[in-house]
Each structure stands twice: as C-alpha cells, then as structure tokens.
C-alpha cells in the first residue's frame, strides 16, 4: 500500500472519502517529512504556521459537505516568489527576507479558493535569476536523488518538493526553464502553460513579459488539474487572455496517439550533448510512433540565438522590475542583492541605456518576432514539437561558479518556446547515471490541453516517473 | 537686431477620473489624508501589475481630437526610469515614441497656428512633503497622487512673445475644462506649466539661436509669462557677452523663482538623465479602432472657439461671448441661443445684459428683458416742462448751482424722474436738466 506522501491528488482524494485519513493527517506527515529531510534538502525557505488549522477547517468541511472543491485539502509548496499573506515571502533574496506580504497572488488565491493547503514557500534562484536554486541568498537546494547535485531552477525548491515528496503538489513558474528543468533534473512532472494564460499578479516580477506560473506535480494529471485551477483571465494583469479555460482533466487518458502529427526538432540535438541523453530522446520519439503518432524532425532556429534574445530582453527588465527595491522600503539595502541580481541589473541597464538600446533591445525583439514567426509555421503542420528539456543531468553543486551564462547554457532547449511564449509539459523520459532527464512536449500558445494529453499518454505508456528512496540517496 | 523668440510648452493634466491609471484608487487625492488612498499596485509593491484606465485613455483622446491631432492606431506604453523616493515603482509609466495623439494645432485669436506636437498619457508621481517631526528635519511621501492619470501636451515652439504664450495656455485650459476631463485646477496643481524657450537672433553677422532652456513647473499663467520674458531677456544678455549659440549639447533645465522674479539653472545637459525607455512588458499594445475614436469624438461639446463663434454669429460682441465661454456659463449660452429667433429679444443685448450681472439666465428671460431694455421717454420738450416747474418751486437750489454747487443737478434729476414716475429716459433727463440749470 501506497504511503500518504506517495499519493496523487486523485487517491488523495479518495482516501479523504473512504476516510481512511484525514486532511489534519495527511498535513501532519508532510510536516513531519519536512522536519526531517528539509535540514538536508533545504527546500522550504518558511513554513505556514497555519496549515494545520486550515487541514482541520478542511476536514470539517469534507464531513459536512464531501468534495466539492478540486484540490480540497491538498497540501502544495508553494515558490517564494508568490505573495503569499500570513506566510513571509522573499523570492529567496536577503533584500526581502523577512517580508510579509499585504496582499495575496492571484493563483495562489485561486489555489486557495479550490481547497488547497499551503505547506510552506520554497527555496528558489535569487529573484528567480538562474536554473540551479544556488543562487538563492539562503542556500542551494539539494537534489533528492543525489543531494551532491543541483535541483536546477529557479523553481528548484519545487521541483525537490515533488521529488523528494514533501508535498502533494507544488506551484512554480517559468520565465525560461525555470519549471521545465528544475522538474527535468528532480524527474518529476513540470508544466508552462501559455504567457497570458494564469495571471502574474502577486508574483514577483522577473522578466514580465516572459513570467508564467505552473504547477510542478506527480503526474500529467495532477499538473493537468492544478494547471486548470490556476488559469484564466486575471482582472488585476493586463496580459492575461479572455479566452475561456478547458477542462484540461477531462482531455486526458487517451489511449493511444493516432492521428497526432509531432515534430522532433533537429537543432535540439545539440552536437555536444551526450549520446546516452541523445539516445533516450531518440527512445521517445519511437515511443510516440508506437503510440500512433507520426514523428518527423523539423528544424528550428539555431537554439543559440534564443539565448541572445533572451538574455538581452530578461536582463532588460530584470533591471526595470527590481528599481523598485530601492532600499528606502521593504527594510534592507540594496547592497543585499546578491552577485548574479547585480549582474543582471548592471547588463539589463546597459541594454536599456541610449545610443545601445535599437543595438540590443530592439535587436532582439526583432528576432524574437522571427522565432514566433517560424513556430507559428512549424504548428501549421504539427501538433507539438519535441526535445530534452535541458542538454544532461543534473550538474554537482558549485556548477554554477564562474559561470555568469549557467543558466542560458543550461536552458538552451527551453528558453525559445518561452520568448515565444508557448505551452510545455515537461516529463521524465529515462535516465542516465542514475538520474532523471526530462523531454519537453511543446505546443502552439493555448494548446494546453494537447500538450497535457500527449505528455499524459506518453507518461501513462513509460515508467520514468520515478521517485527516489531519499532514505537512501540523502 | 532682429529678436525672435522661439516658445514651446509642456502642459501637465491631471484628469478627473474616478479611479487611478492603472488601479482601483480614487484618483482624487487633493486634501486627503496621506496614503488612504493607496493599494500594492500605485505602491509599487513586489508582484503588482498595472491595468490600464479605459475612462482616461477615453479623456486622453478627447483632449487630442479638440486639440485636431490624428489618433494613432497602434499605440502603447513605455517605462521611463529614473530614481526619486516619490516614484514608487523606480519608473514611470509614460508614453515614448507612440503616443496615442500627435500632430494638431491651436488657433491663436490673430489667426496664427501653433502646432501640438503630441498628447500622451501617463501617470502621476507620489508627493513629497519636508517638514520637522519631533525636531528632526524629515521628508516623507504621500502615495495618494501615485498613479493618478496624468496627460502632457506638447506644442511646437511656435509662440513668439509671451502674450502668445499666454493665450495658447488659456485657450488649453479653457478647451480642457469644457470637455469635461478635468477642472484643470492650477492651485491644485492639476495644470502644470514647462516653457521652452530661446531667441532666434538675427543681425548683420547672420541668423543665430540661442541654447534651449527648459523651465520646470511652473503653477500659474502670470509666472509663466514672467518667467519667459525673464529668460527672453537673460538669452539676448547672455548671448551678447558669450556669443554661445544653441547646439546638440547645451540645454539646461531651469527653475522659476516667482519672489525673485528669475530664472536660476537647475542642470545641464551634461546631467541629464537617460531614462532608458522600453516598452512597459506588463501592458499589451493598443490597436485604437477607427468607430471607436469617432464614437468619442461625437462625444466632444462644441469647444470654446466654436463656441463663441457660434454666439457671434448670432450678433453676440466678442468680448461678451469670450467671458460667458470662459465662464462656461452654459445656461446663459443656451438661452441666448434659444431666444435667438425670438424677434422681441436682441441676442447682442440680451449677452450684455446678463454679462454685466443685470440679468440672470434662470429668472423669467422675456419678462426681465423687457423691463430692463425698456426705452424712457425722450420727449425733451415735455421733459424741459416738468424741469422747469421743479426749478421754479426751488430757486434756492438754482441760485446754488449757478454759484458753483454743481451737485444739486442730482436733486433735479431724481425730482423729474419721480414726477414722470421713471418714465423718463435717464440719459436724455440729465442732458436737459444740465441745459436748462446752465441757461
């Protein structure tokens, strides 16, 4: 029989209705787990002093009315960078530590309105700049398959959270990467839905034109069902779209994948990357063609020039966005921020300043339009398009010294659907020295519920969706 | 010599909204209690975005339509960032190179044209305040104005003369107030005033400009064309001993000291700020509908000009029609209208009479009008009868007047007007009770 931390939001459920626990219990035993790995992990940044409480008002609420709300008594970790009222918030910077919130953000408000618990705020890259957690002011995060790697980032916390099953289900988001390949290094399930699909109010602002939240979760479903809870339009964020949100649940559990027409895309085989990692990617796409779909390669432009757009257009409002910790407010200097927040800052306002701003700003949002541009063809004929989401396994703590472009090299395969703004379920496809690679299944902007169907079909026909005895590897 | 000065203005409008640019806030904050009207968006809090104002855009194309500039189809917002404690978010929300209205002009009374180079929207900063808290010299801010909308206009450096400055200033403020979008309240600061300013100088060594001189907020007409003749005169002086000519590198911003009466620099090119505009990530684009700019422009009153044409039309004397626009006095303009087929009422009188507070719009028109416009009887020689009856029954009286009391004439007049019971046209009375008392 499966443990409590082992289950899915579905059987979570269930138990609640067979009243084999309760919610107060379920809550107890994640906290329970978190005293014990956390000290090793370094996931949780704080804690909600309420969640039990809350688990207890919940349990009264399924005795009196059952379940009849979708994520009624689930227990998520929630990243840092979402406010969060009564639980502090810090993006993981020393120049917010200790900051209460005033106000609550918009998905963790529609997460809290479907029933969720909020375990407590992970740890994340510093402001959500990198894709190792160790940029964090407060220390990196470990791996729970080998705590001597990285977790990857920024949602790293989260994605640990998962893996290592410290909650149920936790929330993330991508700017590029940042769910896609923390979720891909712990091998767990990570989901971007489309820019302007799930509001960004109340989550602070890394690149606004790129920022999406996304849940990190067990499975397809899970992500499929917390994705649905936390999209929509969002009245307070004027990029967020008014078309209606499917029930991406209900688009799931198809049993095969005729009729599907995918593109693999040449130029994410990079010619560096490992064979082993090759290899597996390769494997998926013959799955996909055993599951009826048609697989072809397509090629794309060179991933190299994503980095370039993105790094120019993310460092140009990586500096506007934090102006705002000018150190008079919010208790701390801004000699607080750390290395990698500087760098960003000094780079982002260099790109801005005039006489560089047609040579790199507007550079880029040209070539940005050229990217969009030859997705929109590609999906003109393809119904997704695949690739490893990062180029190998989780790297060793310390990676990232020196290495002030770590996190671009490191999302070279992601950061193109993310300057176009594009939906991507990321899930484990095998592994390679004992640890997780993920592939990216990505779709046109609004797909959701065909990138979610083809990610569940194919997680639901593998066996990559694995969790480690942290017993064992912490 | 030949002196031409060359004058461009940046008009500040705060508009009247309900609500603030980019939140739900009162956008009204003048006398209210520090920071009661704030939320984490005009605060600038971590993780809050703006939600662009429907109502101000709406008042951010009127203005630009009654000043006959072309509404541009895709438009947007650009940050302009700059430090200052009173700037909660680091940057402004402002409009850089696609503002929503550009290229219109204003009419001068003489006919001349000034060109309005652009109307854009943007938003209002917090407000300082430095004053003494338990005896400690302290500043501290008030969030109310963040964020409340705020529309530049900026005109081509067309006026000649501070006169010219002037005029174009009333005439924005006027054409502000009667379209509804703001009472344009100088002493609340919701119109502030940015002349620029340098003298083209012409003289037998050639055609020569002066640098450019940019004079910062400035809260009345009267200082504004104080400071503009101020710095007219400071250019020429200037120019005259340094000969320094205007070029890419050499504007400075100004202050006005209304005490002083003078200019004083505040800085130099060479400290000017590079505000590193892009595009605001958290604002889509607009793409303005052609319907939805008409539907707005049906929407704009007749505007000042119109206005007083259209009672001139009607015989109105300028003068009077300029004060009962400026007043926007509607009611009187709407009965001068009404009245205007009406054969029995003059629409020139009846303008004249109620600008010279003789008759009031809302009492009964006709009635007042008649009684007021009533002619006396001008009759001198059954005047000249009743006069010298009255003369008779005082000769004291007219022995004082002939001996040097000219006063007495009132007596006169008053005992004649009594005895035709007002009837009398006063001016003809006075004219014949001064004849026969001189005889």
Redesign the interface.
Same mark, same amino acid.
């Given at each position: 029989m499966k443990q409590l931390h082992e289950l899915t939001i579905k059987e979570v459920h269930e138990g609640y209705r067979s009243k084999s626990f309760s919610c107060v219990d379920l809550v107890k035993h994640f906290l329970s787990r978190i005293e014990k790995y956390n000290p090793k992990l370094n996931v949780f940044l704080a804690l909600n002093p309420n969640a039990i409480a809350q688990a207890a008002a919940i349990d009264k609420e399924i005795a009196e009315k059952g379940i009849d709300r979708e994520l009624l008594g689930i227990p998520m970790a929630i990243k840092d960078?979402?406010?969060t009222i009564g639980i502090s +918030?810090t993006?993981s910077s020393h120049i917010?530590e200790g900051?209460m919130?005033?106000?609550e =953000?918009s998905v963790t408000s529609k997460l809290l309105a479907a029933g969720a618990i909020f375990l407590g705020k992970t740890n994340m890259d510093s402001f959500a700049h990198g894709s190792s957690t160790e940029t964090s002011d407060f220390g990196p995060t470990h791996n729970p398959w080998n705590p001597d790697k990285l977790p990857g980032g920024s949602s790293g916390g989260s994605a640990a959270a998962v893996s290592a099953q410290l909650a149920t289900a936790a929330l993330g988001s991508e700017t590029a990467g940042s769910i896609r390949q923390p979720a891909a290094w712990c091998g767990v399930t990570g989901f971007k839905p489309t820019y302007g699909r799930a509001g960004?109010?109340?989550?602070?602002?890394m690149? =606004?034109?790129t920022d999406s939240p996304g849940p990190i979760a067990k499975t397809v479903a899970d992500a499929a069902l917390v994705a649905k809870v936390i999209s929509g339009q969002d009245?307070?964020?004027? +990029?967020t779209s008014p078309a209606p949100v499917e029930n991406y649940p209900t688009f799931l559990n198809n049993k095969d994948l005729k009729g599907v027409k995918i593109g693999m895309v040449k130029e994410y085989l990079l010619t560096d990357m490992r064979d082993d990692v090759k290899k597996l990617i390769l494997d998926a796409a013959e799955k996909f063609r055993s599951l009826g779909a048609i697989v072809e390669e397509v090629s794309l432009m060179d991933p190299k020039y994503a980095i370039g757009v993105y790094t120019v257009v993310q460092r140009?409002?990586v500096?506007?966005n934090?102006?705002?910790?000018?150190g008079?407010r919010?208790g701390h200097t801004r000699d607080s921020f750390c290395e990698e927040t500087k760098r960003r800052i000094m780079l982002g +306002?260099y790109t801005?300043?005039?006489g560089y701003?047609d040579a790199y700003?507007k550079k880029a949002q040209a070539v940005r339009t050229k990217m969009i541009d030859q997705f929109a063809e590609i999906f003109k004929t393809y119904d997704a398009v695949i690739g490893a989401v990062s180029p190998g396994p989780a790297l060793s703590l310390g990676a990232t010294k020196n290495q002030p472009m770590f996190g671009e090299m490191e999302d070279i395969l992601v950061e193109q659907s993310s300057v176009a703004g594009l939906t991507s379920a990321g899930v484990p496809c095998g592994f390679v020295d004992g640890l997780p690679i993920g592939l990216q299944i990505t779709c046109d902007q609004f797909q959701e519920s065909k990138a979610l169907m083809i990610a569940d079909c194919y997680q639901r026909n593998t066996d990559f969706q694995q969790f480690p005895d942290i017993d064992k590897t912490l | 010599m030949n002196i031409t000065p060359l004058i461009g203005l940046e008009v500040h409008v705060e508009l009247e909204t309900k609500s603030k640019m980019f939140c739900g806030c009162p956008a009204d904050h003048f006398g209210k209690v520090p920071n009661t009207q704030t939320c %984490?968006?005009c605060l600038?809090?971590?993780?809050?975005?703006?939600?662009?104002n429907k109502k101000a855009l709406e008042s951010c194309l009127k203005i630009g339509l009654a000043l006959n500039c072309s509404i541009n189809r895709l438009s947007k917002f650009d940050?302009k960032?700059y430090?200052y %404690?009173d700037l909660?978010?680091?940057?402004q929300i402002s409009q850089y190179d696609q503002p929503f209205c550009s290229e219109g002009f204003l009419n001068l009374d003489s006919g001349k044209k000034i060109g309005i180079e652009r109307v854009h929207q943007e938003e209002d900063t917090g407000k300082l305040q430095h004053t003494v808290l338990n005896g400690e010299k302290v500043t501290l801010v008030d969030f109310n104005r963040s964020g409340v909308p705020l529309v530049e206009i900026v005109s081509k450096p067309d006026m000649s003369s501070s006169a010219e400055a002037k005029e174009y200033l009333k005439k924005v403020h006027e054409i502000i107030r009667a379209i509804g979008v703001s009472s344009a309240d100088m002493e609340k600061g919701q119109m502030r005033l940015e002349p620029t300013v340098n003298v083209c100088i012409e003289n037998e060594a050639g055609i020569r400009y002066t640098p450019l001189v940019e004079i910062k907020n400035i809260n009345s007409f009267n200082f504004a064309v104080q400071a503009i003749e101020f710095e007219i005169k400071r250019q020429v002086e200037d120019f005259e001993k340094t000969g320094v000519e205007k070029s890419s590198t050499n504007k400075t911003t100004r202050g006005y000291d209304s005490v002083k009466k003078v200019t004083f620099l505040q800085r130099t090119k060479e400290e000017a700020k590079?505000y590193?505009?892009?595009p605001e %990530?958290?604002?889509?684009p607009f793409i303005i509908e052609e319907d939805f700019v008409e539907k707005i422009g049906k929407e704009l009153p007749l505007l000042p000009d119109q206005e007083i044409s259209s009672l001139k039309n009607l015989g109105v004397e300028r003068k009077d029609a300029k004060i009962l626009v400026s007043t926007q006095n509607q009611v009187a303009i709407q009965i001068i209208h009404d009245y205007s087929d009406d054969d029995r009422i003059e629409s020139k009188k009846l303008a004249s009479l109620i600008v010279n507070g003789k008759l009031d719009p809302a009492e009964h028109v006709l009635v007042r009008y008649q009684e007021l416009t009533k002619v006396g009887n001008t009759d001198r020689g059954e005047l000249e009868k009743v006069i010298q009856g009255i003369m008779l029954a005082n000769p004291v009286l007219v022995a004082d007047f002939k001996g040097g009391k000219i006063a007495v004439a009132g007596f006169f007049v008053g005992q004649a007007m009594k005895e035709t019971k007002g009837t009398a046209d006063p001016k003809t009375l006075s004219e014949v009770v001064l004849d026969l008392l001189n005889k």
């Open positions: 960078n979402f406010l +918030t993006a917010l900051y919130p005033q106000y =953000s960004r109010y109340g989550c602070i602002a690149a =606004s034109s009245p307070f964020d004027a +990029t140009s409002e500096s506007s934090l102006a705002r910790f000018d008079i919010f +306002t801005l300043s005039s701003y700003y | %984490p968006v600038g809090l971590p993780g809050a975005l703006p939600v662009p940050r960032q430090f %404690p909660a978010k680091g940057y590079d590193r505009y892009f %990530p958290d604002i889509p």
